[in-house]
């Protein structure tokens, strides 16, 4: 089940960061709620995650999917980069993500 709170953890992670672009280009009540609802939702999740898995892991994964999902969040929907080094760079970030699965 910590699994399941820590890709949950990640994904609403992901939806705090949305929230931030959001904030940092219209300071309203809708991007403020995206914002807090997606970081509060995420810590909570975390913090049932790290119940039942080591701490180092929960984080290092929650991480990656924070910054996997925000680039590909950026690439797909905000017209960011899609340079190959990008791309090669996140892929790492996926793999050493499921090396820490495999191990734990």
């Not at 914002?35 to 999740?45: P, Q, T, V």
């Not at 984080?59 to 999917?65: K, L, Q, V």
């Amino acid at each position: 089940m910590g699994w399941a709170f820590l890709t949950l953890a990640g994904m609403f992670e992901v939806v705090g960061v949305i929230g931030m672009n959001k904030v940092s280009k219209h300071r309203n009540l809708q991007s403020f709620i995206i914002l807090f609802g997606g970081m509060i939702m995420s810590f909570g999740f975390l913090s049932q995650a790290m119940k039942t898995l080591p701490m180092g892991t929960a984080y290092a994964i929650w991480t990656g999917i924070g910054t996997v999902g925000g680039t590909l969040v950026g690439i797909f929907f905000y017209g960011e980069s899609n340079d190959w080094k990008r791309i090669l760079f996140i892929s790492m970030v996926l793999a050493a993500a499921i090396g820490l699965k495999l191990i734990s």
